[in-house]
Structure formats: C-alpha cells, structure tokens
C-alpha cells in the first residue's frame, strides 16, 4: 500500500500559478504510475495528468499546454506545475498512486485532497 499527502492548495487569482506536490511513502518500489485527479461538487473525479515510471505522460486537453508533471525522485515526490489557471480549474485536486507488488493484487490509493480556488 502506498500513502499519498497533498500539499500546495489554495486562492490564487486568475492567470496565476500553483505548484501541488504528491509525497508517496509505503510501498514506493511498487508503483507503477500516479495521476492528479480533480473534482467539483456533484461531478465524478477526472483524471487530469498521469505519469507511469518509465516516464511518460498524458494530460487532458482541457490542461494540456498549462499542467505539467515532475517527479522528484529522491523524495518520492510527484509535482504538478498548474500556470495560466482558470475559474474553471477550481477543484479538490487528488493525488493516486496505482502500485502492485510481486504476487499481490494491483492497489489503487488517494491522497486526501487538496483544495485549489482560482477567484476571476
């Protein structure tokens, strides 16, 4: 199982940036990719930007161009750089990690969220 915190929420005005930052601890060596999700009330949590560990990511159109993921290896750290940010972009952002160790079942676990508020 891996454990997930959120950190880097918060108010920021339209056309600013935001950094959020994912720190994985537990079964780290297992993962085989993490993702930020995000979700507004009364709608289903979307995946907005997924990286596996060789590396390559994925965005979704409505943030491509303006979400960028990094990982900090050493720290077990997965950062996602959010520029240009819209009212629209106002979410609970979530952090998942899916892993799967030698002869275990393959595990999806959260974080707890981390609000981000983008004011017009």
């Known amino acids: 199982q891996v454990q997930l915190v959120e950190s880097g929420g918060g108010l920021v005005q339209a056309g600013g940036s935001l950094r959020l930052s994912c720190a994985a601890s537990?079964?780290?060596?297992?993962?085989?990719?993490m993702g930020w999700y995000r979700q507004t009330p009364g709608k289903e949590r979307e995946l907005i930007a997924g990286i596996t560990t060789a590396g390559s990511t994925n965005y979704t159109d409505s943030v491509k161009d303006r979400f960028s993921l990094s990982r900090d290896n050493a720290k077990n750290t997965l950062i996602l750089q959010m520029n240009s940010l819209k009212p629209e972009d106002t979410a609970v952002y979530y952090c998942?990690?899916?892993?799967?160790?030698?002869?275990?079942?393959?595990?999806?676990?959260w974080g707890r969220g981390t609000q981000v508020t983008v004011s017009p």
């Open positions: 537990g079964d780290t060596l297992c993962i085989h990719a």
């Open positions: 998942n990690a899916v892993s799967r160790c030698a002869g275990s079942r393959y595990m999806s676990d």
